[in-house]
């Protein structure tokens, strides 16, 4: 699961169904799909006052219900169908440590656990039921960047940093176990999926995959992106990576053992990276049949894996879209965006 929206999307799962107030108070905002007249009734509940103002621009796309997290406060905002809104539980702890701003949150395979990594050049291990701090990685030198755990296995998680070095961590020894170095900043992080090996990818444009069992050069180098990676992850089924870049493409590739030379074998477009240069994250949905990404201009943008065709491009957020990522199981979608809020989305097919 994608960063910090794996929280919201995992409070989902308890909290489907019921009325159209949320436990966490605030605003309930009922808006109707952009291809209609842009009618718009918010009924704030006591002393509460509606803290955003969620654009519809007249995109010919399906309708979608969106929410939004933030400030404390829940902002219903959808579309005007029969469909049941999503009932968000409130927070139930605070896990506070970092010393500056947080850039990757993640679950591990256990589902008890996250780890965090942040610009205060730490990345560090929660207890997802007490809040409690469980370990604090303190070996880079510079900001770190990104943040994957294993997918099955001993409890280890990866790290990318600007100190250009991927270190892999075992949450149950004090001091990183393998660490890689670059010549170059890295940016983005992943596991693959049988865990034998760790996807960097950074200011050089390229792709490099580690070996865990020697802490040497890297076995594969993928080269296509023009501009600096930005996001990786590993698709569910592990065959195939997906890579973000400020390129303002995302590409598709081929990792299994025998795949051609040239393992690039999608290239997905239409998002874009501005002069913020942030680090815009992609993700799978769980089948594999959908792929999204963030993006600098407000939006977010899911595709068809197969077809590479444009399926949405959802407005609302007031920044850029840093993250997005699909719920396991039910057809949801999650987005992060510097506007400080989190939306939720029910994508109809």
């Given amino acids: 699961m994608s960063s910090i929206l794996g929280l919201a999307l995992r409070c989902t799962e308890r909290g489907r169904g019921g009325g159209a107030k949320g436990k966490a108070g605030g605003t309930r905002a009922l808006h109707q799909h952009p291809m209609l007249p842009h009618t718009c009734t918010c009924l704030p509940l006591p002393h509460h006052t509606p803290t955003h103002r969620h654009a519809h621009p007249p995109f010919p796309f399906p309708p979608i219900r969106m929410?939004?997290?933030?400030?404390?406060?829940?902002?219903?905002?959808?579309?005007?169908?029969?469909?049941?809104?999503?009932r968000l539980p409130a927070c139930t702890c605070a896990m506070q440590g970092h010393k500056n701003a947080v850039l990757e949150v993640?679950?591990?395979?256990?589902?008890?656990?996250?780890?965090?990594?942040?610009?205060?050049?730490?990345?560090?291990?929660?207890?997802?039921?007490?809040?409690?701090?469980?370990?604090?990685?303190?070996?880079?030198?510079?900001?770190?960047?990104s943040i994957c755990p294993i997918r099955r296995g001993p409890p280890l998680f990866a790290t990318?940093?600007?100190?250009?070095?991927?270190?892999?961590?075992?949450?149950?020894?004090?001091?990183?176990?393998?660490?890689?170095?670059?010549?170059?900043?890295?940016?983005?992080?992943?596991?693959?999926?049988?865990?034998?090996?760790?996807?960097?990818?950074?200011?050089?444009?390229?792709?490099?995959?580690?070996?865990?069992?020697?802490?040497?050069?890297?076995?594969m180098t993928l080269?296509?992106?023009?501009?600096?990676?930005?996001?990786?992850?590993?698709?569910?089924?592990?065959?195939?990576?997906?890579?973000?870049?400020?390129?303002?493409?995302?590409?598709?590739?081929?990792?299994?053992?025998?795949?051609?030379?040239n393992r690039c074998v999608k290239v997905l477009t239409g998002h874009s990276h501005t002069f913020e240069k942030n680090l815009l994250r992609c993700a799978w949905s769980a089948d594999e049949r959908r792929i999204t990404a963030g993006s600098a201009d407000w939006n977010v943008y899911v595709w068809d894996a197969v077809s590479r065709k444009l399926l949405y491009k959802l407005p609302g957020h007031r920044g850029s879209v840093n993250d997005a990522a699909f719920h396991p199981t039910e057809?949801?979608?999650?987005?992060?965006?510097?506007?400080?809020?989190i939306f939720l989305g029910e994508l109809m097919d």
């Fill in 67 to 86: 929410h939004c997290v933030a400030h404390t406060q829940v902002h219903w905002a959808g579309v005007a169908v029969s469909h049941t809104p999503l």
């Fill in 106 to 145: 993640q679950w591990m395979a256990d589902g008890e656990h996250l780890v965090s990594c942040s610009a205060d050049k730490t990345a560090r291990a929660w207890d997802a039921q007490t809040g409690l701090q469980v370990k604090k990685a303190t070996e880079h030198d510079n900001h770190v960047n």
């Fill in 160 to 219: 990318a940093s600007d100190d250009a070095t991927v270190k892999v961590w075992d949450q149950r020894v004090r001091r990183s176990v393998v660490t890689f170095s670059d010549k170059f900043q890295v940016t983005a992080v992943a596991f693959a999926d049988a865990g034998d090996q760790v996807y960097g990818g950074g200011l050089d444009n390229t792709i490099k995959a580690w070996d865990l069992r020697s802490a040497g050069e890297p076995v």
């Fill in 223 to 261: 080269a296509g992106h023009a501009e600096t990676i930005t996001g990786l992850r590993t698709s569910p089924s592990g065959t195939h990576l997906l890579s973000n870049a400020m390129d303002n493409t995302l590409r598709v590739w081929d990792m299994r053992p025998y795949a051609p030379t």
């Fill in 331 to 341: 057809p949801i979608i999650g987005s992060a965006s510097s506007d400080r809020s």
